[in-house]
Structures are given as C-alpha cells and as structure tokens.
C-alpha cells in the first residue's frame, strides 16, 4: 500500500504547531518544549510571518555541548535548522522515512499551499506503519481461519 503523510495527519498529528520567536533565548525554548510536551518549535522571524527554521531538543543538546552549558545569553536563531527538509500531506510516507534516514532528523514540516500545517515526526512514521502492519496481520490471521 503506498501510503500519504496525509494519512498520518488524519490519524496522529491532530496538535496544534508551537512556535517560537527567532530571537527568543533557548532556555525559552527549552521551556515552551517541555511545557507543551513538543521535541520540535516552528521558528518565526515575527509571529504571523513565514517560518524560517525549526528549533529541536538535538539543536538545543548541540547547543549546551558545544558552549559547556553556557547558553543563558544564546537566542534559538543561533542553533535552529535553516536547512528544512519538508514535504506535502501528498508526500509518500516512504519517501518521508526514508528522508529522515538520509538527513539524520526526527521531525519534518508539512507543507500545503506554501503553509505549514504540521510537523510529522520519525515517531508518527514508525506508529502509523506498526498500526499498519498489525491491520495486515489481522487480515492474514482472518484468512487463514478461512
């Protein structure tokens, strides 16, 4: 079965996006991570303007390491992704897999119509392909009781 992102979307990527400002400091986003059970924020230039990056819990770990923790002065445009990898609702969900692999992510932007309208992460790919393969286990099992 050759499967959408769309599919995820309609099943497990229901959350609202958080956002954070570019210039906001990365204990903010720490924060705003952690108080919205997120591991990813959409980066914003200026609320209501285009995203210009995503900020995740492995910038954040980079981050810390690469200034011995010192980062209490260090705004998020300094250490978020500006290189996206996305993809659309209409996206193979294969083709997203195997994006992640290629690029070492967790957490790809969707866009439609030049918006985003969610993040997908490796943890939605692997869940909706273990629901899949369950339903495929079921219909064998079914089968064969035949």
Do not use: W
Not at 49 to 69: L, N, Q, S, Y
Not at 85 to 107: E, F, G, N, P, Y
């Amino acid at each position: 079965m050759r499967a959408l992102v769309r599919e995820i979307l309609d099943q497990y990527a229901k959350r609202a996006l958080v956002t954070i400002g570019a210039h906001e400091m990365l204990f903010v986003a720490a924060q705003r991570m952690c108080d919205e059970k997120v591991h990813s924020l959409i980066v914003e230039d200026r609320p209501g303007r285009p995203f210009i990056g995503i900020f995740t819990e492995h910038d954040f770990v980079r981050a810390v390491a690469e200034r011995k923790g010192n980062v209490a002065a260090v705004q998020v445009f300094s250490y978020m992704t500006k290189d996206l990898a996305t993809c659309t609702s209409d996206t193979l969900i294969a083709d997203v897999k195997r994006l992640m692999m290629q690029r070492r992510i967790r957490h790809v932007p969707v866009i439609d119509s030049d918006k985003i309208v969610a993040v997908i992460s490796i943890g939605d790919v692997t869940h909706f392909q273990a629901t899949l393969a369950e339903v495929h286990q079921d219909l064998v099992d079914e089968r064969m009781r035949i």
